[in-house]
């Protein structure tokens, strides 16, 4: 069996250090590995308009945004397919189907779901798109035939419902559809990086992100004013590791070898934890070094970023380049879904 990727990102705004290391970081591993026969990377606009209806424009222009963030952290437009979820209209004909293989109540247990209704405050008025669209993640999924789902944890209910609808689907019309299976990171820090607020989650719409192209004052700026440990108050004060977001970013991030260069007086973050656990350590060093170890992860895609930002006409070509491919290989897929179900009447 071929070796797929399907993953990808809603543009309802610039993608955030916590997409960096939850997802894009690994898709860039993943391309350059040669492991892989195609990778596709969604830029899920169509998904984003499902809460944000009255404002496509606020959609229409992240697109760029996001495209600018892939490029910049290192996706090859000649190693993966980049390409805009709206434009394919075979992934909306296949959404419809499996609507049919899905109940109510199976949408309404889901996690993710519920966590999201709830963030958004909209009681009961949810909107039928935004309610469905795990049953369009998991078209988008299966018209690629993926086989490898990069994700963050929150997302591990969207891959259960896509297993259980290809099931379903293979069952009743014949083996067909490709069951996908979840890749995570392996630090288990990057799957889920809190907000600089201390909130669980870094989301745009809380407002607590540290963006890739956020420039390195404002990257500096974050990091010093983070939540840490509201009980550490003292430098003398022992400190909690655990819950600390500082403490968190540093897990998802540091490597050994950053210590020699920004932090001498330790040898490894085991070290570090253990001081400030006694006490004896401000937060302000601990937030120098996390800063400094932030910048040499940024720099590099903020000067990327810049380089593609001179050519945006040259950016919309590789995106309609990757419509052409990707419309292609979900047409295929749909065309089988159809005869499989006897409805390619003509």
């Known amino acids: 069996m071929r070796k797929i990727i399907l993953t990808g990102d809603r543009p309802t705004g610039r993608l955030h250090i916590g997409h960096y290391v939850g997802s894009l970081r690994q898709r860039v591993e993943l391309q350059n590995s040669g492991l892989y026969d195609m990778i596709f990377i969604m830029i899920a ?14 959609v229409r222009q992240n697109i760029i945004e996001v495209a600018l963030d892939y490029l910049a952290c290192g996706l090859d437009s000649t190693k993966s397919t980049l390409f805009v979820q709206s434009q394919i209209s075979e992934l909306f004909e296949l959404s419809f189907y499996y609507m049919n293989l899905v109940t109510v109540s199976r949408l309404q247990r889901n996690p993710t779901i519920k966590m999201e209704i709830k963030m958004r405050n909209f009681g009961k008025n949810i909107p039928v798109g935004f309610f469905t669209y795990p049953i369009s993640q998991a078209a988008d999924i299966t018209a690629f035939k993926a086989t490898t789902v990069p994700v963050g944890e929150d997302q591990l209910p969207m891959i259960e419902l896509t297993k259980e609808i290809v099931r379903k689907f293979n069952s009743l019309y014949g083996k067909v559809l490709v ?16 907000g600089i607020d201390g909130k669980s989650k870094m989301s ?49 991030f540091c490597k050994n070898e950053h210590f020699s260069r920004y932090f001498p007086e330790y040898n490894n973050l085991d070290e570090l934890k253990e001081h400030y656990t006694k006490g004896g350590l401000g937060d302000v060093k601990v937030k120098k070094f996390l800063n400094a170890i932030l910048q040499e992860e940024l720099e590099p895609i903020r000067k990327r970023r810049a380089e593609f930002a001179k050519d945006i006409p040259e950016v919309y070509n590789i995106l309609k380049k990757g419509n052409y491919m990707a419309r292609e290989v979900a047409a295929n897929t749909l065309a089988e879904v159809k005869s499989a179900m006897k409805i390619n009447y003509f």
């Open 204 to 252: 745009k719409s809380l407002n607590n992100c540290i963006y890739l192209s956020d420039t390195a004052d404002e990257v500096k700026k974050k990091v010093m004013n983070m939540y840490t440990d509201p009980n550490h108050l003292r430098v003398e004060d022992p400190g909690n590791v655990e819950g600390n977001p500082v403490f968190t970013y540093l897990d998802a």
């Open 179 to 194: 069951e996908p299976e979840a890749l995570l990171p392996d630090n288990k820090a990057c799957q889920r990086l809190p």
């Open 45 to 58: 606009d169509a998904q984003a308009l499902t809460d944000n209806i009255d404002n496509p424009e606020k």
